[in-house]
């Protein structure tokens, strides 16, 4: 499968470094790959720039959004949410129509400091905001419960937990189910809460894994829901 | 201990009931204790009129809520969220200062149908609007990101699952600790997250909690930190 990961960062790092070891065609998506690879100091969390990245990974290309979008027979949106909308709009030029859509942002909005809010909130999420103003994409929110290093590599968290799916297209859903079961995924730890307004739920969860993560110290954690074993309500959804 | 529980549907209920069951003094407050014996219809989720509740429960008396809170070395506040602080307001005459209030309500806002939004929400949250309102009561948030069954018996829910803690005052927190183990909560599942602020990241779970009761179609269910237990930080907060 071709991917196009969208977003430079460490989350667009790991999730298509993990596609690539995997045997996936993998491409990054960024605003202006020249900017991108002109940068010299590392990131606002400590990231080395993407060019020491990229050097590591030879076989990952870097290239504008219209060009990822329309290399990717699967897309990610891994751009800081405050920007996915920008950035899927460029993006659109590549021609977005019938594609399966991975949405692993949230909408975390630093404009006030730490901790961050969620823009949108509440009455809406990313996930909502994508899927209305991209019809034609497939839109399926996973993975933004925990960190990009959990995400494609479960086992770093002893213990079952579980994540999410949220998505309005079936197809979509059973191929991102697949994709979670390549990265290690058990089909018991992936929960359907059904339609892509469920994104809601998932993406209100940050404030509280922002805080576990200054608490605990670590990001090496994520939730596990105690007692949906029995109801045997997940399985095919 | 007296204990001052305000609110009488079936989360004041359910915390007075086993309040009362391990020997503590209970009174539950209400607006107007004649309005709320004279009900005699089910409540909107089919929960039985108070007063049919109150007959198997002789030992627990109904007041109005100031004379509950006047009464009460502690308080719980069981109001549903939108009323909370009309409730307080109401109690705030029996002498709120320097009282311990357990706060496990949600800002629940039904007014646009279900599901629900909350209101405050993602800058601010109930736990904080009430600390805020009431700067002498010790407010402790903790207890609102489960079912009310689960609260005052863990056991309900098979295996380890976490209960969390926010508020300002360290010896208020020691308290509810002490409660929660009462309960049968183990000291282990009992995450302090710090201060009332961190009441927003656990009352915005509950939009995650209402879909997972929708698709479970049950509510003994808990949310488990996993990988929470090899940091040693909770201990003792």
Redesign the interface.
């Known amino acids: 499968m071709r991917y196009a990961v969208l977003g430079t960062g460490i989350v667009g790092r790991t999730l298509a470094g993990r596609l690539s070891g995997l045997g996936h065609e993998v491409v990054v998506g960024t605003r202006d790959p020249a900017t991108t690879l002109a940068r010299t100091g590392a990131g606002p969390m400590g990231t080395p720039p993407y060019a020491a990245w990229q050097a590591g990974h030879p076989g990952i290309r870097l290239a504008a959004f219209a060009e990822a979008a329309r290399d990717g027979e699967v897309l990610v949106n891994a751009t800081a949410g405050q920007v996915s909308i920008a950035a899927l709009t460029g993006a659109d030029a590549g021609h977005l129509d019938g594609k399966l859509l991975i949405d692993v942002a949230n909408p975390l909005d630093f404009s006030?400091g730490f901790p961050p809010?969620?823009d949108p909130?509440?009455?809406d999420s990313l996930g909502e905001l994508i899927q209305r103003t991209f019809p034609g994409l497939r839109v399926v929110k996973t993975l933004n419960t925990m960190n990009c290093a959990v995400m494609v590599d479960p086992g770093r968290?002893?213990?079952?937990?579980h994540v999410?799916l949220s998505g309005d297209d079936a197809d979509a859903k059973k191929s991102v189910r697949e994709l979670l079961n390549s990265f290690g995924w058990a089909e018991s730890a992936v929960?359907?809460?059904?339609g892509i307004e469920?994104a809601?739920?998932?993406e209100?969860?940050l404030?509280?894994?922002?805080?576990?993560m200054?608490?605990?110290?670590?990001t090496?954690?994520?939730?596990?829901?105690?007692?949906?074993e029995g109801?045997g309500?997940?399985g095919g959804h």
């Open positions: 006030r809010g969620l909130v509440d009455r968290v002893a213990g079952e937990h999410f929960l359907d809460l059904g469920t809601r739920g998932v209100m969860v404030p509280l894994w922002l805080r576990l200054g608490t605990l110290g670590h090496d954690f994520n939730f596990h829901l105690q007692g949906a109801s309500s997940w």
